[in-house]
């Protein structure tokens, strides 16, 4: 298909029936300038109006095609042509329909993350209340003696009022550290002590990983009670050593 020819055969045959681009592009429920585009040859009708705009200018299909009036088009090459028409509109439909139909998925499958997200969240149930007095956590041994899970007796005091969030440190009868701690993220503390920072991650059952500096793996403290507990008869350590024994 030559896009010049067809084109100044669109226009020849506008002329010969006495319209004007505004009038031909009224029938076919098109904008002027469309049919403008097809006469100066910069564009080709599409499928959707081949058939409407041959019959508004009075000639068939293969006609318009080849951009010329044919003396010897037979029925059959015309039905082939229409044919041909009919193909490519079923074909373009269903690509539409395909597009449309991943764009939906695509769509439904955000929704649906976002709905399993949003149902997550709602089943999430808040952090137990912090403030209370841990301890590192005691296994019985074979011979019935109670035995420490790490080699440093812990006691961690949390306080937790709107307007306070100290905590006071203890290993073995030592006052090794105090400050305040924040809550970044559920579930997870800092505490900002005078000479140390560590972390420490809240479990279901109420007890907290405690991870200090020099510590190659946390220790558990379980909570003893929810009144927090200070020892004023507790030492206080000198220098921290990081080895998680207070220092001389």
């Not at 910069?42 to 705009?53: A, H, T």
């Not at 200018?57 to 006609?63: A, N, P, R």
Request: aromatic fraction near 10%; hydrophobic fraction near 35%; charged fraction near 25%.
């Amino acid at each position: 298909m030559n896009t010049k020819q067809t084109g100044a055969f669109i226009a020849a045959l506008r002329k010969e029936k006495g319209m004007t681009q505004e009038q031909l592009a009224g029938s076919l429920y098109l904008s002027h300038t469309t049919v403008s585009k097809w006469e100066r040859g910069l564009g080709f009708p599409d499928v959707s109006v081949i058939e409407p705009l041959a019959e508004t200018l009075g000639v068939t299909v293969t006609e318009l095609f080849r951009g010329q009036r044919e003396a010897d088009i037979s029925s059959e090459g015309e039905q082939a042509a229409r044919d041909a028409l009919r193909l490519t509109k079923m074909t373009r439909r269903r690509e539409k329909l395909l597009k449309w139909l991943a764009a939906f998925c695509l769509v439904l499958t955000a929704a649906g993350v976002l709905f399993f997200a949003l149902w997550r969240s709602s089943l999430r149930l808040p952090d137990p209340p912090v403030r209370g007095t841990y301890q590192t956590d005691m296994t019985p041994g074979e011979d019935g003696v109670w035995q420490r899970d790490g080699a440093v007796l812990f006691t961690l005091s949390v306080q937790d009022w709107e307007d306070e969030h100290s905590f006071v440190l203890y290993a073995e009868s030592t006052l090794l550290d105090s400050g305040s701690w924040e809550k970044p993220k559920p579930g997870y503390y800092l505490f900002h002590g005078e000479k140390t920072r560590f972390s420490a991650q809240l479990h279901r059952d109420g007890s907290l990983y405690l991870l200090l500096d020099g510590m190659d793996a946390p220790v558990c403290l379980t909570k003893r009670g929810v009144t927090p507990a200070y020892f004023p008869d507790y030492l206080p350590t000198g220098e921290y050593d990081g080895l998680l024994r207070p220092g001389s």
